[in-house]
């Protein structure tokens, strides 16, 4: 419910501050009084975009606010998606700077165009004459049916359901894809992963062959310093071992004489055993080590064939070359097995289908059932609103494909007098007749679902006096679950209200500014009179006006 307005510098609005009521409120005024720019600067507060022309004064910038008690409107879930702070007095604050530049703003947080006007269509749903053509739209009517028909879990399931069922068919699409492209590359990729798996490729293979190429290569250098190495160590009476089994001798001589001789000779038999250890080794390493070009020859082959395995996908290392075979591997799997996987995914497709059609025949038939119920309670509003040949022919049939409300092709048809053929409500309405179904529709909506406040803007336009005061009687029904408002010229739609506001201009300063109050009983009658029977008011004017407020 909107509870409060405030509206700063905007076009013919210098200063408006003006608090609301639930129920029934009428706003009335002259003629370019600016009612259409009140709407226009709620609209700036609901999402609209907004240029430079919308400031009055372009060296300040415009502030509008709106305020609206939300609690009613299970939006929690909203504020929570857009991490904005739910608060049940929520303000929607719109500023557009001298520069241009326009901010938006919820409960102080500011957020983006986007989600002011998400959050706006929730909260306030204004109706003219333009936005009436909506009727005239299958997926309006389908809702109006669907509200009536109460389907709201149905058409949850529905859509949950019809997103899956998309996401299958994309599913099933890429592996057709992938395998119209993977049949051409297969025959390549198998003869490159059969290359890799020759290879025989493990971990560590690379510098294990290399150190052994590196010795090999080298056999006679590394005999050659073997033997220097043996000799250095075994030479008659010079050799390391020779010395140092003789130094052995004498300090096993000195230990007896101290400790510290002691702690030596323990020192140099533990230098003894470790050269002995290591002559005997040399000797063995001497021993396996010759020339083998064979092996030489094998270990080239098996080298150059990496060297040319890693040239030829574009790494540096064995381990890369196993991911490239592994994802190699992947791909020829992948379009080994693709026909099993295609055909899973085709049923995985039928039976998500035959679940989709069933929903779709259970909202059909929903909305079936309720047909002759609608077409009566239109009429029947209608026939009170002065169309009282009015007539539908509303149909349901299957369409040929899923949409995201149902399987239906919705036929909405209207005439207005007897023997008249039907037509589609866009061809055969006057604006007029499309505002009264509108009225009487919203009206329906409002006995099954929570609406927004609702703002009719003219929408009488065009009918008598009469009918308007039943127009203006559906309102004033409708708010006794719901807030109203009603822009209208009409005195008879203007009386029904519980409140009563007038927009209208004064001069402030030398400029005509954009005023806007709430009227007492005694201006209620004023203005209603003015309204019937001009400036003047007439006795008999100002009798009418009494007795419009006195209706129930």
């Known amino acids: 419910m909107l509870t409060h307005l405030s509206i700063k510098n905007y076009a013919l609005i210098n200063d408006i501050n003006v608090s609301f009521s639930e129920g029934f409120t009428t706003i009335t005024g002259e003629t370019g009084a600016g009612k259409s720019i009140l709407l226009g600067g709620l609209a700036l507060a609901l999402g609209k975009r907004a240029d430079m022309s919308s400031l009055q004064n372009d060296q300040q910038k415009c502030v509008i606010e709106a305020e609206f008690a939300i609690s009613r409107y299970g939006l929690r879930q909203f504020f929570e998606d857009h991490d904005l702070d739910y608060e049940a007095e929520t303000i929607l604050r719109r500023e557009i700077l001298p520069s241009g530049k326009s901010r938006a703003f919820v409960n102080d947080s500011p957020v983006t165009l986007d989600i002011l006007k998400s959050l706006g269509e929730q909260l306030v749903d204004v109706h003219s004459q333009h936005q009436t053509l909506r009727l005239t739209e299958n997926d309006f009517q389908l809702k109006v049916l669907d509200a009536l028909a109460q389907n709201k879990e149905r058409l949850q399931d529905y859509t949950q359901q019809w997103t899956a069922f998309k996401r299958l068919n994309v599913e099933l699409k890429e592996l057709q894809d992938f395998q119209d492209g993977a049949n051409k590359e297969h025959d390549y990729n198998s003869f490159l992963l059969k290359e890799l798996e020759s290879a025989k490729l493990q971990g560590g293979v690379q510098e294990s062959l290399e150190s052994e190429h590196e010795q090999l290569s080298n056999v006679e250098q590394i005999m050659e310093l073997l033997t220097q190495g043996h000799q250095l160590m075994n030479r008659e009476q010079l050799g390391i071992v ?197 009225l009487t529709i919203k009206s329906i909506l409002a006995q099954y679902e929570q609406l927004p406040t609702l703002m009719f803007d003219e929408i009488d336009t065009g009918v008598s006096g009469e009918i308007s005061g039943k127009m203006g009687e559906i309102m004033q029904e409708m708010s006794e679950t719901m807030q109203i408002f009603s822009i209208t010229h009409l005195p008879q739609v203007a009386s029904k209200g519980k409140h009563q506001f007038k927009v209208f201009k004064q001069e402030q300063g030398g400029i005509d500014s954009t005023q806007m109050r709430q009227l007492s009983e005694e201006e209620r009658i004023a203005e209603l009179a003015e309204m019937l029977g001009g400036k003047t008011l007439s006795d008999s004017a100002m009798a009418h006006a009494r007795e419009l407020l006195k209706q129930p």
């Open 242 to 438: 020779e010395q140092i089994q003789e130094l052995k001798r004498v300090f096993q001589n000195l230990s007896q004489y101290g400790s510290r001789y002691e702690a030596l000779n323990e020192r140099i038999q533990s230098v003894f055993i470790e050269v002995d250890d290591i002559a005997t080794e040399l000797e063995d390493v001497q021993s396996t080590v010759e020339a083998n070009p064979q092996r030489l020859e094998t270990i080239n082959g098996e080298l150059q064939q990496l060297y040319d395995l890693q040239k030829k996908h574009q790494v540096s290392s064995v381990e890369e070359l196993i991911q490239v075979r592994d994802e190699l591997e992947k791909k020829v799997d992948a379009v080994e097995n693709i026909d099993s996987k295609i055909a899973d995914k085709e049923q995985e497709c039928i039976q998500a289908e035959k679940v989709l059609e069933e929903m779709a025949t259970q909202i059909r038939e929903a909305r079936n059932s309720i047909i002759p119920q609608l077409k009566s309670r239109l009429q029947d509003s209608l026939y009170v609103l002065g169309i009282p040949s009015a007539t539908f022919k509303i149909e349901v049939n299957p369409s040929n494909a899923f949409k995201s409300n149902g399987k239906d092709e919705l036929t909405f048809l209207f005439s207005a007098n007897k023997g008249s053929a039907f037509g589609e409500l866009k061809k055969v309405a006057s604006g007029g007749e499309l505002s009264r179904i509108m």
